[in-house]
Structures are given as structure tokens and as C-alpha cells.
């Protein structure tokens, strides 16, 4: 079927496109992964913590930053947003015990993160304002190795590096092997003015340049993919600090990572949805940060169509050809079937393949932290590259349902 080659052909060209890019980008940038920036000035800084039954993790959380050496650090505003366990009266205590905590409380549950930063936003009186998740513990250095970035006075946000903190079944462990890959990733999108989320583990922001987005969307499930690009969208740009590590938990059965995956990716979509009239018209983000988007997708459904075309036609020409042999007596297999000759779009899909896992093992080089070259056993990242992978696009594809059936769940 010629439509399908061609599909075949624009879904490798795609591909292709966005290895190289990545490969130049890191031949190019690779001195400077690790780049910090020393300020040139002591920038006040306030830090707004979300709650919502945290009782387990908030408290680390707390004395995480209140162990920072970055000696601007003036506040550390924790919002609790009507919890029902005990995660008010930890924050309490520690308000009482350290002068920099701010014990908050929303009058109403506000239903999602976004309603408990904006509330915690009207106390910040401070030059740079930054967000962490009640469930993320920063690395004592982590704020110091960010707000350098801030010397430039067009830099409107700074993000952390996310590891996940204590991996121990199969999905949490591959999930750190795609938490280091995601931040080597932006990190390289960041040399091309591309970076398109700052994460919600720890990101700082000038507060000037925050104040004109009028805080976060209430309404879009991935508040930081869409305030970050209406900052970009105003002209600020938007770093990253590999060194800057913060630890962070992440779901541990696939119900959980099923739910906040659907969460990720409808919320992703509502953010093309309402900047989609800046498509091709508006700097990095529409010229960039949109198509590499869309490309994404196309790229995931696509992927799996084509492995699910390909097992389909297998399976049917197996069923076929055993059910005809029988039928007429003839051999299962006849010796002259067999074509030793790989076809061109074969060749296509194992070089992708290939420069697939070299990129990933780049990534996770440049993030290891001990043992291994890449930090990580060969058995989880065959299960990454070869299971943990193949999730992605079915969950796009029910993610585009339900947005469509209008889903809005946090």
C-alpha cells in the first residue's frame, strides 16, 4: 500500500529529525551540560509549597529547604489546601519552631495544585518566587546552583533537575531511567530557547515576569507546561540547572502512574488547545515548542500503528499460510519463500532504534550518580527501551479520548 510508505517514510523523516537535532545540539552544547552561573548579587526568594495530605512528606520537604545554602531564601510559604489528615498541624508546628515558615490554609479545598499556589502567591513580597511539590526534597545546593541564571535580566524561570527518590519495584525504576532522559532532554531543548515546562518539583521564577501570566491556569490539569509557555509566549527566556538535583516520588503501581500520566498528557493538550492561534506566529513557541509537541504525537500514535499493522499482517499470514499447507498437503514453509534481503524501511527502523539507545545511554551517563557507566543495570533499561516504552502511545490515545470527552480530574 504506497499510502503507507509514505506515512512510514514522513513518520522516520521525523524521527531522524529530532535525533540529529538532538546529537548536533549535544556535539555542539556538551561542555556546557553542566553549566552554572554565579550571581552576581544575593536575589530575595520566597518558596510556595502546595499541601494536600502530605503528612508523610511534608515535613522533609520543609527541612530540606530550610538546610539550603542559598542565603536569600527568605520564606518558605506552605499552603495547605484543607487536608483531611494531619499535614496542617506539621506545618503549623514548624511555623512556630522557624520564623521563615508561613503556615497557610486555603478557606476551601480548591481541588487541584494550581488553586493552592495561587492562593500562596498574594504573600510573596519578594524578588524571585519559586514552587516546589510537598512531595520533593531539593539538594542543599540545589537553589544556589539555579539563581545565577537570573543575572540575565531576560530570564523569566529557571528549573531543577527531577530524580526520583528510592526507585524499588520494576516501574519505579524505570521511571528514574525516563526522569534522567527527560532532564538531559530539556536541558539540550534549552540550548535552542525550547524549554517547555518548568517542573513542579522546584522552579524559580522573576516575580515580575510571573505576575504577568496573573499566576497559574486553574482550569489546565499541567499548570507549569502552560505557565511556562506564557512566559515564553511574552518574550522571557527559560533555563535549566543540570547540578541543581531535587528528589522526588513518583507512583509505584501502574493504576497510580496510569492516572497521573492521563493527568500529564490531557493537560498538555489543553495547553496546545488554548495557545493554538500562536502556532507558526509567535518566537520559539510557536515556531518550536508547538510542532515539537504535535511531532510527538504524531510520532507515538503513528509508532504504534505501524507495530500493530505489522504483528496484525504477521499473525494473519501465519494463520493463513498454516491453515492453506494443511489444507492442500504442501510444506509449511518452502525454502524458496525465504528473503534474506532487508527492505530500506527495515534499515530505516533499526538505525532509529539504534540512535535511540545511544541517545538514552548518553542521557543516562551524563545523569549517573554511581556503580554503573549509566548508573543503571542493563535489565532496567531493556525493560524501559522494550515494555516500559510501548506504554506511551496507548495512553496518548486514551488521553485524546478523554479529552474530548471533556475530563478535567486532577
Not at 67 to 73: R, V
Not at 257 to 264: L, V
Request: proline letters at 4%.
Amino acid at each position: 500500500m504506497e499510502w503507507l510508505t509514505v506515512l512510514y517514510l514522513v513518520y522516520t523523516f521525523i524521527a531522524f529529525y529530532f535525533l540529529f537535532l538532538y546529537i548536533l545540539t549535544y556535539m555542539q552544547n556538551r561542555k556546557q551540560i553542566y553549566e552554572t552561573v554565579k550571581p552576581d548579587r544575593i536575589r530575595s526568594l520566597s518558596i510556595v509549597i502546595p499541601c494536600f495530605n502530605e503528612e508523610k512528606s511534608i515535613g522533609k520537604n520543609i527541612e530540606a529547604f530550610l538546610a539550603s545554602d542559598y542565603k536569600g531564601l527568605k520564606k518558605l510559604i506552605i499552603v495547605d489546601d484543607c487536608s483531611t489528615d494531619n499535614s496542617y498541624d506539621i506545618i503549623k508546628q514548624y511555623a512556630k519552631k522557624y520564623p521563615r515558615v508561613m503556615a497557610l490554609q486555603t478557606p476551601e479545598n480548591t481541588g487541584r495544585a494550581a488553586g493552592a499556589k495561587n492562593f500562596g502567591i498574594k504573600y510573596v513580597k519578594t524578588e524571585l518566587i519559586g514552587f516546589s511539590d510537598a512531595d520533593s526534597l531539593p539538594n542543599k545546593n540545589a537553589i544556589s546552583k539555579m539563581v545565577g541564571f537570573f543575572n540575565d535580566s531576560k530570564v523569566g524561570g529557571v528549573t531543577s533537575r527531577v530524580f526520583v527518590n528510592s526507585p524499588k519495584n520494576y516501574l519505579t525504576r524505570a521511571q528514574a531511567i525516563e526522569y534522567k532522559i527527560i532532564a538531559f532532554t530539556r536541558k539540550l531543548l534549552g540550548f535552542l530557547e525550547s524549554i517547555y515546562v518548568t517542573n513542579g518539583p522546584l522552579s524559580i521564577y522573576r516575580k515580575n515576569a510571573f505576575d504577568q501570566t496573573r499566576g497559574f491556569d486553574k482550569g489546565n490539569l499541567t499548570e507549569d507546561i502552560e505557565l511556562t509557555w506564557h512566559l515564553v509566549s511574552k518574550g522571557w527566556k527559560i533555563h535549566m540547572s543540570i547540578p541543581a538535583i531535587v528528589r522526588s516520588y513518583v507512583p509505584t503501581t501502574v493504576k497510580t502512574w496510569f492516572h497521573q500520566r492521563i493527568r500529564w498528557n490531557v493537560g498538555g493538550i489543553q495547553t496546545v488547545a488554548k495557545y493554538r492561534k500562536k502556532f507558526f506566529q509567535c518566537g520559539m513557541l510557536g515556531l518550536f515548542i508547538m510542532p515539537f509537541f504535535i511531532f510527538s504525537w504524531f510520532i507515538g500514535i503513528t509508532g504504534l500503528f505501524f507495530l500493530g499493522y505489522r504483528l496484525t499482517k504477521y499473525i494473519m499470514m501465519k494463520f493463513l499460510v498454516a491453515k492453506y499447507s494443511v489444507a492442500a498437503q504442501v510444506a509449511l514453509v518452502p525454502m524458496n519463500d525465504f528473503n534474506l534481503n532487508p527492505s530500506i524501511l527495515f534499515i530505516f527502523g533499526m538505525v532509529l532504534f539504534t540512535l535511540g539507545l545511544i541517545y538514552t545511554i548518553t542521557a543516562l551517563f551524563y545523569s549517573k550518580e554511581k556503580g554503573r557507566i549509566t548508573g543503571h543495570p542493563f535489565r532496567d533499561i531493556f525493560i524501559y527501551s522494550f515494555f516500559y516504552l510501548l506504554m506511551y502511545p496507548p495512553l496518548l490515545i486514551v488521553s485524546f479520548y478523554k479529552y474530548f470527552r471533556g475530563y478535567n480530574t486532577w
